[in-house]
């Protein structure tokens, strides 16, 4: 069982910083192309950002393009999702996912592992 670990969502202040982490104890982690998805109340799951399995490319919502960052460290088995100037409108549950195989990247169907989520609220 792939197992996906989440951490670092919170309250902030619109305009603020947070930093979300994911991580696959005990599995090669370079297997895995990573994605981040957000859901907010009443609305759909959205693709937020995805890195290919060797980090060399990033792929991002429009809506978060130059303030969000996707990275990988391979040897850490963690995946980052740096999110800057933050605004009210990225409130949700945050989660992240695990695709083995393929590159349709911003489509959650396409993903086989899925973390629990966690809450990132940001207040005006």
């Known amino acids: 069982q792939v197992q996906l670990i989440e951490s670092g969502g919170g309250l902030v202040q619109a305009g603020g910083s947070l930093r979300l982490s994911c991580t696959i104890p005990?599995?090669?982690?370079?297997?895995?192309?990573m994605g981040w998805f957000r859901q907010a109340p009443g609305k759909e799951r959205e693709f937020v950002a995805a890195?290919?399995?060797?980090?060399?490319?990033?792929y991002y919502a429009d809506s978060v393009k130059g303030r969000f960052t996707i990275s990988r460290d391979n040897p850490k088995s963690t995946a980052y999702l740096q999110m800057n100037s933050l605004k009210p409108e990225d409130t949700g549950v945050y989660y992240c996912a695990a695709m083995v195989g393929g590159s349709a990247y911003s489509t959650p169907s396409a993903y086989s592992y899925w973390g629990q989520g966690t809450q990132v609220t940001v207040s005006s």
């Open positions: 005990g599995r090669t982690f370079s297997s895995y192309a």
């Open positions: 890195i290919t399995y060797s980090g060399r490319s990033t």
